[in-house]
């Protein structure tokens, strides 16, 4: 087994972790960044208001996102299984 098979396929995780969690992090940044925004021009400090729509965001990115993320995992599984025979010789 070698440290090049070990080291290419944890970098491909990071990767693909960070592909798989930027377009619901940063729609949680944008909406969270709005309403603040907004709570600080009408002086509204409600909890519920930033909460609110940062969930509804969050929930119709992932819907939107979802297919593609599915694509992105699959690929990234499809790699590491193609990696296998590599480790064991």
Same mark, same amino acid.
């Given at each position: 087994?070698?440290? %090049?098979?070990?080291?290419?396929?944890?970098? $491909?995780?990071?990767?693909?972790?960070?592909?798989?969690?930027?377009?619901?992090?940063? %729609?949680?940044? #944008?909406?969270? #960044?709005? &309403?603040?925004? +907004?709570?600080?021009? %009408?002086?509204?400090?409600? $909890? %519920?208001?930033? +909460?609110?729509?940062?969930?509804?965001? &969050?929930?119709?990115? #992932?819907?939107?996102?979802?297919?593609?993320? &599915? $694509?992105?995992?699959?690929? +990234?599984?499809?790699?590491? +299984?193609?990696?296998?025979?590599? #480790?064991?010789?």
């Amino acid at each position: 087994m070698s440290e %090049t098979y070990v080291v290419e396929l944890a970098m $491909q995780l990071m990767w693909t972790a960070a592909l798989l969690a930027a377009p619901i992090l940063l %729609t949680a940044l #944008l909406v969270g #960044l709005a &309403v603040s925004l +907004f709570q600080g021009l %009408t002086s509204l400090q409600d $909890q %519920t208001l930033s +909460f609110v729509p940062k969930i509804i965001a &969050v929930g119709v990115a #992932l819907v939107l996102a979802a297919g593609w993320m &599915v $694509q992105t995992l699959l690929a +990234f599984t499809r790699d590491a +299984f193609a990696l296998i025979p590599g #480790l064991l010789g």
